[in-house]
């Protein structure tokens, strides 16, 4: 079909389990291919499967799309629409192309593990079409009940991939897929081709692993006389190791990373930048990252997550990051409104995650029990002590008197005071810290008091 110059877009998860860094790509994918070009997203929960669908699962759905930026134009559940693809079944029978099937799972694979030993394919032969009325009334009345197959036209489909350019699939080589279980339930499939064409779906968005699919819903979509939507298939999201992403892997789970304290434009940026074109880097906004996404540039080779760098990323947004941004979480941490710009800006620089900030503003507030490693350069600096108001250039001038009084220097100078001041031996420049820690809480701790 020619796409409008406003696409709709859809991420369609179901609601069995958490979502996880390999689903976070292909959401955001979506989100950021509609949002560069005016067009809208919609969250379609494919809940067809009743006995693992939960209500906290697609509540869950819902809350980590939201913790990563995306709201969803509008939002649709399959549960509420099977009447819909009911319709289409029966106008799919109608027309041969939905056919009854009763082989048991077992009786399928021992007929495939016939064909793979006498060297043919095991794909289904089809032995369903075979049966007369009266051969299904006796299968029906021994309590089966069928399974129902899309039959494929034996042809090659064809499409022009977005992120794969030309691609096709031979149908030839494919088993007739089952699109309705024994008790009635719809797999993916039909749903999924159903929905996007009464929907309006103008591009499909998903990951390399839906190829073959992608050949049989173009069948489905040409049988239901609907217009076919464009396809892009991106490369998926690995392990460092090359392993697949799944729910099991439940570190990787987009509630575990957020638990974990990772800023959520960290956790886009390694998403869809990993296996692009573009460098990796921490992007703050969505619509900048939205500028970086172009589809026709992913690479072909699987996209590796590398843990570390997150790390880094999450590091490089805190360190750019306006105290406006954390000031909430600041706020939740004790440091006082009036305080909280200069604190950020002593600290950022230092933090991995934002919570690692209310480890430093507990050396600011006390108490620390300070740690005298030099008596005489502590001694010194006590008596050299200037009065308040205290400002940025504090700590260079009174660190020159004390250097003047002492003759030390460099780190024998400055460790004795930041262990003095801080009772720890690293941490951020005390050009920022001094002043907020304040000169009577120094003084206390120069003389060895718990302040």
């Known amino acids: 079909?020619?796409?409008?110059?406003?696409?709709?877009?859809?991420?369609?998860?179901?609601?069995?389990?958490?979502?996880?860094?390999?689903?976070?790509?292909p959401a955001l994918l979506n989100v950021l291919f509609?949002?560069?070009?005016?067009?809208?997203?919609?969250?379609?929960?494919?809940?067809?499967?009743?006995?693992?669908?939960?209500?906290?699962?697609?509540?869950?759905?819902?809350?980590?799309?939201?913790w990563l930026g995306i709201v969803p134009d509008a939002r649709a559940r399959q549960s509420e629409r099977v009447a819909t693809y009911d319709e289409a079944a029966d106008r799919l029978r109608a027309k041969g192309r939905l056919y009854?099937?009763?082989?048991?799972?077992?009786?399928?694979?021992?007929?495939?593990?016939?064909?793979?030993?006498?060297?043919?394919?095991?794909?289904?032969?089809?032995?369903?079409?075979?049966?007369?009325?009266?051969?299904?009334?006796?299968l029906e009345a021994q309590g089966r009940r069928p399974h129902w197959r899309f039959k494929l036209d034996h042809r090659t489909v064809e499409w022009d991939d977005l992120v794969r350019g030309q691609s096709h699939v031979d149908c030839a080589s494919l088993s007739d897929p089952v699109l309705i279980r024994e008790d009635g339930s719809y797999l993916y499939t039909l749903p999924s081709v159903v929905d996007d064409a009464g929907m309006g779906i103008t591009h499909v968005i998903?990951?390399?692993?839906?190829?073959?699919?992608?050949?049989?819903?173009?069948?489905?979509?040409?049988?239901?006389?609907?217009?076919?939507?464009?396809?892009?298939?991106?490369n998926l999201l690995t392990t460092a190791d090359g392993e697949g992403l799944s729910k099991r892997l439940g570190h990787l789970s987009l509630r575990s990373l957020r638990e974990a304290g990772y800023e959520p434009a960290a956790v886009r940026s390694l998403a869809v930048l990993t296996g692009s074109a573009e460098a990796i880097r921490a992007v703050a906004g969505l619509d900048e990252l939205a500028a970086l996404v172009d589809l026709a540039r992913t690479s072909r080779a699987p996209a590796r997550f590398d843990p570390h760098e997150l790390d880094g990323l999450n590091a490089r947004l805190l360190h750019a990051m306006p105290v406006e941004e954390a000031a909430a979480r600041l706020s939740a941490m004790g440091v006082p409104d009036e305080a909280a710009a200069a604190f950020w800006e002593a600290v950022r620089a230092n933090l991995g995650k934002v919570a690692e900030a209310a480890d430093w503003w507990r050396v600011v507030a006390g108490p620390v029990a300070p740690v005298i490693a030099d008596a005489a350069i502590v001694a010194a600096a006590s008596e050299t002590l200037p009065?308040?108001?205290?400002?940025?250039?504090?700590?260079?001038?009174?660190?020159?008197?004390?250097?003047?009084?002492t003759g030390a220097k460099g780190k024998a100078l400055f460790m004795p005071l930041r262990l003095a001041l801080t009772g720890l031996d690293h941490g951020p420049d005390l050009a920022g810290l001094l002043p907020l820690i304040g000169r009577e809480r120094a003084a206390r701790r120069l003389a060895g008091e718990a302040a």
Not at 42 to 65: M, N
């Open 1 to 25: 079909m020619a796409p409008s110059s406003a696409p709709l877009v859809r991420f369609a998860p179901s609601p069995t389990g958490y979502l996880h860094l390999g689903n976070a790509r």
């Open 34 to 66: 509609a949002r560069a070009r005016g067009g809208r997203f919609l969250l379609r929960l494919d809940d067809t499967d009743r006995e693992r669908s939960t209500e906290a699962f697609a509540a869950a759905i819902e809350e980590d799309l939201a």
């Open 100 to 138: 009854a099937c009763y082989e048991t799972q077992e009786e399928l694979e021992r007929r495939r593990k016939r064909q793979l030993g006498r060297g043919l394919p095991p794909i289904y032969d089809r032995a369903a079409l075979s049966l007369g009325d009266a051969d299904r009334a006796a």
């Open 206 to 234: 998903r990951g390399e692993d839906h190829v073959t699919n992608t050949g049989v819903q173009v069948q489905i979509f040409e049988a239901l006389g609907a217009p076919v939507p464009v396809f892009a298939h991106h």
């Open 387 to 405: 009065p308040e108001p205290w400002g940025p250039e504090t700590w260079k001038s009174w660190s020159a008197a004390v250097r003047e009084r």
